[in-house]
């Protein structure tokens, strides 16, 4: 795995920030002078000592795009972590990429092409300027190092990008066409990206003054969602090559499903069909092969918005659990905000490190007395996790749905060995 998040750069770091409940989130000077209602966003604090660390030289001097530069950094964590050989000799037809993004193209450092092209200096952008513009160019720059001879794939679905990109990889795996896949999504950040979110008045505004409370999932109090950016990178394989390299598992995957709500019967470009969303929760149930009652947690997409109620209620509906029977419920959105495409690759690093390492982080920024009315009446107040619990947990149904009426849940299990 690796990950490059608001709250903490590289996995071991990620983990020990989920543990202590430690936001990333911060006030931005700029987006106070562009008048945005909110003031306040996730971003990854990437150092230039963290990226000479991962990546060649020219990287880091010539690569301007931060989407891109998250996704490598992340990426590069992940191979290592994996021992798979960096820069080979020749290209490795047993290993491919899944490496999604939402709008690299906006990301905070298109402002200088902009005012190139505009000032009539566009022989100026160099070569460089359409790779670190085009959605799959993350996927190019990582692949340069990596050298995957099979598909090289960027998925563009929203805010299920991460997920998706997971899931595609492990049924490309599953279908026998690859024995590995690097799997994840990146997002930039900054003015370009934020400001149509702004502009939608679904950001969080009250909260310039107090950045760390902006996020609070699940709570009677939250006004909208923080904009993030980061990435995040898993590597996926047979259980066979795996094994046969003496590779660290940890956890496996059961299953998952994907599916659009066809913005019919409720659901639109940003609110979700529900009767498509349970459909899609159960079928990714009978694609594990797993029963509700096998669910330790269920690591939400709650995105800390008014859609937060719905989707609690739609996971009870799907599950068909009450009570006490109900899985305990978190996401990382409190600590590190709404990373859109990035959210789900992140979220799922964040799952694969509670399996492993057994421990369910916090929910920050919501109590027991603010707990969203309709939640509470739904559901024990008991299943929402206020601290950080260390315990072995065995198996987590993970979920994101995106504009577009978009859905896609993963079942991750904790490996413990043939």
């Known amino acids: 795995m690796g990950v490059v998040a608001p709250n903490a750069v590289g996995v071991d770091a990620f983990e020990s920030a989920l543990r202590q409940g430690k936001s990333g989130i911060q006030f931005f000077e700029e987006s106070e002078e562009l008048n945005f209602s909110c003031q306040v966003g996730g971003q990854p604090n990437l150092t230039e000592d963290d990226m000479r660390v991962h990546l060649p030289a020219f990287y880091v001097e010539k690569i301007k795009n931060k989407g891109i530069l998250y996704a490598c950094v992340a990426g590069i964590e992940a191979c290592k972590n994996a021992g798979i050989t960096l820069n080979p000799a020749d290209m490795n037809p047993d290993l491919g990429m899944i490496f999604g993004s939402g709008a690299l193209g906006l990301d905070s450092t298109i402002g200088w092409v902009l005012d190139t092209i505009n000032s009539g200096n566009n022989r100026k952008l160099g070569s460089r300027m359409v790779p670190q513009c085009m959605n799959s160019g993350a996927a190019a720059y990582l692949n340069q190092i990596i050298g995957a001879g099979f598909t090289v794939q960027s998925n563009s679905s929203a805010c299920i990008t991460g997920s998706e990109a997971i899931l595609q990889g492990y049924q490309m795996i599953s279908l026998g066409k690859v024995k590995q896949m690097i799997c994840g999504s990146t997002e930039g950040d900054g003015r370009y990206i934020w400001a149509g979110f702004d502009a ?43 094994q046969e390299r003496g590779a660290t598992i940890y956890a496996e995957i059961l299953g998952g499903s994907q599916n659009c709500g066809g ?26 092969g797993i029963q509700p009652d096998d669910i330790d947690l269920i690591s939400g997409h709650l995105t800390s918005t008014k859609a937060d109620p719905l989707e609690i209620a739609n996971w009870k509906k799907a599950l068909r659990l009450s009570g006490e029977n109900m899985p305990l419920i978190n996401t990382p959105k409190s600590m590190i905000g709404h990373c859109i495409a990035g959210a789900g690759s992140i979220e799922s690093v964040a799952c694969v490190l509670q399996l492993h390492k057994g421990f369910i982080h916090k929910n920050i920024n919501v109590t027991e007395g603010t707990i969203h009315p309709e939640i509470s009446a739904s559901i024990p107040k008991e299943k929402i996790i206020f601290e950080t619990l260390d315990c072995d947990i065995n198996t987590i149904i993970k979920a994101n749905f995106g504009f577009g009426d978009l859905n896609c849940s993963l079942v991750f299990r904790k490996f413990t060995g043939p």
């Not at 950001?203 to 923080?226: C, I, T, Y």
């Not at 639109?268 to 349970?278: F, I, K």
Request: aromatic share 2%.
């Open 263 to 288: 913005m019919r019967n409720g659901g639109s470009m940003t609110a979700p069909n529900s009767d498509a969303l349970v459909k899609c929760i159960k079928k990714t149930l009978e694609d594990s």
């Open 200 to 242: 939608m008045r679904i950001l969080v505004s009250d909260s310039n003054d107090r950045p760390e409370f902006a996020s609070r999932p699940m709570s009677n109090n939250s006004v909208g969602f923080v904009p993030s950016g980061g990435a995040g990178a898993l590597v996926l394989e047979t259980l066979e090559n795996a």
